[in-house]
């Protein structure tokens, strides 16, 4: 079982959304100096447990067996969590602090993100938390982190960094919020303020919180719910975004002396289906070149919606080459289990 699944971009040491190893369980600190405020808030701080078809893409990466937690953020069972633990999922199982499980479905999944959204059956009798204002949190700011369990499952932790955030796996979060020291218990867990309020929902474990170029240190990265605002209602209303699905390519990208290197391709991708291997060299898009992970992303994206064709300028065995790629959306190839677009 693949529990608080979790990940870091650029190969920084931790564990990414499409890998589905398990973390090392930790006890968190003993005793209590929660402030009223964020301890009338862990109430709220759900467990969030999935099943996934094994015939499903990402079973194999993530998991036919996922666990995690999640935030309540209405009077009518509605969660918001981390997408990879309901993504594909065909059971969704929600426990409150009592200790009470209810069946949940899956109400939307915003794979640019990364937040997902499931409702119980019945509603849970709790105090939602309500959405703070996460552009508060600076360097240094205290909150405190939180997963099913009150008290003993919430870690006080500071801001080690506010910062872009590229993950291998096409994901970019331009203003993701960084805390030390790690939390054992990451995947969906809450980031909430000392007055209460709801600041992120954990996504992954790194290695490096302190930023590039500090002293390796382990801590999390939150999304920040200000990410979330703009696009609640849509989500809400309709499980997913209407604007055109940005352009996929189902490569899992890393920095390694200064170039970017494939470290894998999803299986039936357009990459994959491109021939494009695991350790080629990828130097250009479109004819511009690459600075970074983040500068791939966002050249990717800018090449127009989900079906484009780009060209890439690659590199395999000291031998350059071009390759034109038709795009495909991510959501289809994952959603269904079959080809993508």
């Known amino acids: 079982m693949a529990r608080g699944l979790n990940g870091s971009a650029n190969g920084s040491g931790g564990h990414g959304p499409e890998d589905g190893r398990e973390p090392v369980e930790a006890r968190l600190p003993g005793g209590s100096s929660v402030p009223p405020a964020v301890a009338a808030a862990l109430p709220a701080v759900v467990g969030v447990r999935t099943t996934v078809p094994k015939d499903r893409r990402s079973a194999q990466t993530l998991g036919t067996e996922r666990e995690g937690h999640g935030a309540l953020i209405d009077n009518d069972g509605l969660v918001l969590t981390i997408g990879y633990l309901i993504m594909e999922a065909d059971t969704v199982t929600v426990t409150d602090i009592d200790g009470i499980d209810r069946p949940a479905e899956i109400v939307g999944y915003d794979y640019e993100s990364g937040f997902g959204l499931v409702r119980t059956a019945r509603p849970i009798r709790m105090k939602p938390l309500v959405f703070g204002d996460s552009d ?14 009150g008290e003993k499952a919430a870690l006080k932790v500071k801001v080690a960094g506010r910062r872009e955030f590229a993950g291998y796996w096409e994901y970019l979060l331009d203003n993701a919020i960084f805390t030390v020291p790690a939390y054992p218990l990451w995947g969906g867990s809450a980031l909430i303020g000392l007055d209460g309020s709801l600041l992120g929902i954990g996504s992954l474990l790194v ?23 703009p696009i609640f209602s849509e989500l809400l209303a309709f499980g997913k975004l209407s604007s055109p699905a940005r352009p996929w390519l189902g490569l899992y990208t ?6 970017l290197v494939i470290g894998g391709v999803s299986e039936g991708g357009p990459a994959d289906r491109a021939g494009l291997q695991r350790n080629d060299i990828l130097h250009a898009l479109n004819g511009e070149a690459l600075d970074d992970v983040a500068d791939f992303y966002r050249k990717l994206w800018a090449s127009g919606p989900a079906g484009t064709a780009v060209t890439l300028h690659m590199e395999r065995d000291n031998d350059t080459f071009d390759v034109t790629v038709r795009t495909g959306d991510r959501s289809r190839y994952l959603g269904t289990g079959t080809s993508a677009s």
């Open 136 to 149: 508060d949190l600076e360097l240094r700011s205290e909150a405190w982190v939180a997963g099913l369990g």
């Open 207 to 229: 290695q490096e919180a302190l930023g590039p170029g500090a002293p390796a240190f382990p801590g999390n990265m939150y999304v920040p719910i200000n990410r979330l605002k």
């Open 254 to 259: 890393v920095e390694h002396m200064g170039q």
